[in-house]
């Protein structure tokens, strides 16, 4: 006597080729990635020094605007902003940061444009960064 049991009707290659084919249709399909900004090119400025807030408009002011220019929650830009620089356009970290938004000179270079103490234009950069998915350049605030 034999100890095989044989069944019969199947066959193993289309099963595993239905399974394959089950498992591959129910997989999610990843997300597709987010473009990275585009580098905008410096202008070429004099040393500078930390501006005044422009009349008639505050650094909270420009936030919310900077915010609603790129479709983020003024709230979430302005708490970024509070966390690296305590809303001061002129703040000076000695590891080489600078600004509301706390950049450094090579991301600037990169990403910004004109004087790195303009609020309106730290703002309005990192406020692009942060719309194009790049929060990871505040990883301690974002």
């Known amino acids: 006597m034999s100890d095989i049991v044989t069944v019969e009707g199947s066959n193993p290659v289309s099963s595993s080729t239905k399974f394959r084919r089950e498992v591959f249709e129910a997989r999610p399909t990843p997300p597709k990635p987010t473009p990275t900004p585009e580098p905008v090119e410096a202008e070429e400025v004099a040393p500078e020094t930390a501006p005044e807030p422009p009349a008639g408009g505050s650094v909270s002011d420009i936030i919310y605007a900077a915010a609603a220019e790129f479709g983020l929650d003024g709230g979430y830009l302005l708490s ?5 620089s305590d809303l001061d356009p002129g703040a000076v970290n000695p590891a080489g940061y600078h ?19 303009d609020p309106t234009a730290q703002a309005r950069t990192a406020a692009r960064l942060l719309a194009a998915g790049e929060a990871s350049r505040w990883p301690n605030c974002a």
């Open 80 to 84: 970024v902003a509070g966390c690296e």
């Open 99 to 117: 600004g509301l938004f706390q950049f450094d000179e090579t991301t600037w270079g990169a990403y910004g444009y004109g004087s790195i103490y």
